[in-house]
């Protein structure tokens, strides 16, 4: 049997790739005789950037740039493609885990170190950018990396915006004139790891806000201020940020780069696997594992596990998920698409706790999968 082996990360446990190399390490302990192909996917969040350089040999450069709260840090992005495409991990330079839980502050971070980033890339003469927006740590609609690209933001009485995000409410006027020319000669692809609009219920403020340390009043001012942003955006671009689909991802960043750049945004997970070359793996494969964090119903938002899952299915290959949290009831729409859904844990233990053993029971779990296995043949 061979067995294809694509996780996603997971979340504040492993990589993507530490993941994979755990399943594999479990199924080679276990009783059944296969062999197996490790390709750690991605689907904009947090890592994806690393796994498109590595797939490519891809090299790195690094520079320094702002992180959320405007301190100086090193940052990196990386360049494949023969130097032509560059691409960018958001959460390299505005990441959440760039600051402590204690500093999270969405009214005050900023993505202006991104923004540093696209200028450095284009420094190096790139003719496509590809951007991966997960874990970011801010709620600003992109108006700190636009503003790193030349771009300036007017308020009440003429005055230069404050970098403090809750000052947008007062914006008036949005001048482009100064945006770096040789944006508009590059391409700009945006990977999305959520299908979320800019504003509303579902919006970047209301579902990502509090994950990055908003209060409710905080949700209440970040809403109005990317409603403003929404309103000066459209009459100067004609474009509708808070319409575009995955617009809310990044805390609007999507749909600033949507408005402003041009951006194609697209979902992650299936742009990942189509420029990786996933298909030609899962053909030579006769069963598929892949995981994250939790599989529930909005792993069939565009997360990686889902597009894994979808493709899995066009060649009618058996898909198995492994997770730290599965749904305590059936779910007949994740049963779609997955034929097993495991969840890894080995006894009642506190979350921070079940997180630092998720190697463990991942090597466990797969090897209990692989003796399973072993027994129907």
Known sequence: MHILI????????????????????????????????????????????DLIIDKFKG??????????????IDASFGLIDEGRTAVIEMANASGLRLISKKKMDPLFATSFGTGQLISYALNEGVSKIIIGLGGSATVDGGEGLLRALGVCFTYKQNEKLSEQIEGMAMLIEIDLSGLDPRVKECEIIVLCDVENRMLGKKGAATVFGPQKGASPKDVIILEETLSMLRRIALKETGKDMG????????????AGLFAFLDAKLVPG?????????????????????????SLDEQTLEGKGPFAVAQLAQKYNIDVIGLAGKVPEKENKALRKYFDVLLAIGNEPTELADAMQLTKVNLIRTAKEVGNLIALKK
Not at 247 to 252: D, L, R, T, W, Y
Not at 270 to 287: I, P
């Open 6 to 49: 694509a996780p996603n990360a997971f979340k504040n446990s492993l990589t993507a790739r530490e993941a994979a190399e755990a399943i594999k390490k479990g199924l080679k302990q276990s009783k059944l005789d296969c062999t197996c192909e490790c390709f750690p996917i991605a689907d904009g969040g947090d890592g994806t950037a």
């Open 59 to 72: 090299r790195r450069i690094v520079k320094k740039v702002y992180n959320p709260l405007g301190k100086h």
């Open 243 to 254: 319409k575009v689909k995955h617009g809310g991802a990044a805390g609007g960043a999507a």
């Open 269 to 293: 997970a299936d742009y990942f696997l189509k420029l990786t070359g996933f298909e030609e793996s899962l053909k030579k494969a006769d069963l598929v594992i892949t995981g994250e964090g």
